[in-house]
């Protein structure tokens, strides 16, 4: 067990829709990464938050958006869902701004229909 | 920009065979590299890491990895691959261009047959 909480495990939703992934980091980390993993894309990287700022950011779609709180847990909002954005959407987590070891939670897999 | 080749997406080992995943990565500077393994339904997990120092690197589960400038490798190794070991390995490298977000290879899946 990472520390690193995800919900939902698995989402199933049709095209077109809003989904929220929320994910809470390690007890102490400050730092919160969300990534995607696809079969076609491998694992990439979406977007980085320390201590509720934005730190960096990947190659996230303008239909994505992410938001850390005063609580340190995070929220990736992904709306006007395509087929191509079902995947296996992972947060880590790591104490310090650079991530030279990072905590990953179990994931969420959303199913786009 | 940096990136990671990971050679061979399936490698097939027996039990108590060498294990040796390959990876070769591309930095502008030097880089930072790790290696995570994932199990099924699970997320990713550190198993070691190379920032500065030692080349020769030891993880966890018996895994070791030595980093080779001339070479752009880091390649892991396992002197005996136990079932357990059967997984998905990820290569990544980090610290170009002023970004410390690693940049992940494919990822190599690892067959252990008894």
């Known amino acids: 067990d990472s520390g690193v909480t995800q919900t939902p495990k698995h989402l199933i939703t049709a095209t077109g829709q809003r989904v929220t992934l929320r994910c809470s980091p390690r007890?102490?980390?400050?730092?919160v990464y969300w990534y995607q993993q696809s079969l076609d894309q491998g694992l990439q990287f979406l977007i980085h938050?320390?201590?509720?700022?934005?730190?960096a950011k990947g190659n996230i779609l303008e239909r994505f958006s992410a938001q850390q709180f005063p609580d340190l847990h995070s929220e990736l909002n992904l709306s006007s869902l395509e087929l191509g954005d079902s995947a296996l959407y992972f947060c880590?987590?790591?104490?310090?701004?650079?991530?030279?070891?990072?905590?990953f939670g179990p994931g969420t897999r959303l199913t786009v229909t | 920009a940096q990136s990671v080749t990971q050679l061979g997406s399936h490698v097939s080992v027996s039990e108590g065979a060498l294990v040796l995943l390959r990876c070769n990565y591309s930095?502008?500077?030097?880089?930072?590299l790790f290696w995570y393994v994932q199990y099924p339904n699970q997320g990713l997990q550190l198993l070691l890491k190379?920032?500065?120092?030692?080349?020769l690197v030891k993880g966890i589960n018996g895994f070791e990895a030595e980093f080779k400038k001339s070479e752009t490798s880091f390649h892991l190794t396992k002197p005996s691959a136990h079932m357990s070991d059967a997984a998905e390995y990820f290569c990544?490298?980090?610290?170009?261009?002023?970004?410390?977000?690693?940049?992940f290879g494919r990822g190599t899946s690892l067959i252990v047959h008894p």
């Open positions: 880590a987590s790591s104490a310090g701004t650079a991530p030279l070891e990072q905590y």
């Open positions: 007890s102490g980390d400050l730092s």
């Open positions: 938050y320390y201590n509720g700022e934005e730190r």
């Open positions: 930095s502008s500077v030097p880089p930072y």
């Open positions: 190379y920032t500065t120092g030692a080349t």
């Open positions: 990544a490298v980090s610290r170009s261009g002023g970004s410390y977000i690693p940049t």
